[in-house]
């Protein structure tokens, strides 16, 4: 089992930067991919970004491309995500979730670990 921690969610206006972080820590962990997602009320999960723990290969969202980077520390144990150029449509609890392999799944069903969620609010 992998144990996932966010912090460094809040509230900000739009066009300002956000970075979360993402605590990964497990006697198993590893072998591993750890993706972001977010959602809002009422709506399915969405893919935001992800990495593979060993070979460092990253992926974004479509509509997150160029304002979002996602990186990690392996010494730390700890996958950031930088978020920049906010808009209020990113507002939504942002989760990080790890999933067993070196794959960039963006299907949030195949990420059996979660963490509890940050909040994220852009205000126009």
């Known amino acids: 089992q992998v144990t996932l921690v966010e912090s460094g969610g809040g509230l900000v206006q739009a066009g300002d930067s956000l970075r979360l972080s993402c605590s990964v820590s497990?006697?198993?962990?590893?072998?591993?991919?750890v993706g972001w997602f977010r959602q809002v009320p009422g709506e399915e999960r969405e893919f935001v970004a992800a990495i593979t723990w060993i070979t460092n290969a990253p992926a974004h969202a479509r509509n997150v491309a160029g304002r979002f980077a996602v990186s990690k520390d392996n010494a730390k144990n700890m996958v950031f995500l930088q978020m920049n150029s906010l808009k209020p449509e990113d507002t939504a609890v942002y989760y990080c979730?790890?999933?067993?392999?070196?794959?960039?799944?963006?299907?949030?069903?195949?990420?059996?670990?979660w963490g509890q969620g940050t909040q994220v609010t852009v205000s126009s």
């Open positions: 979730a790890a999933r067993l392999g070196q794959v960039l799944s963006s299907a949030f069903k195949q990420y059996t670990d």
């Open positions: 497990g006697p198993t962990f590893g072998d591993h991919t």
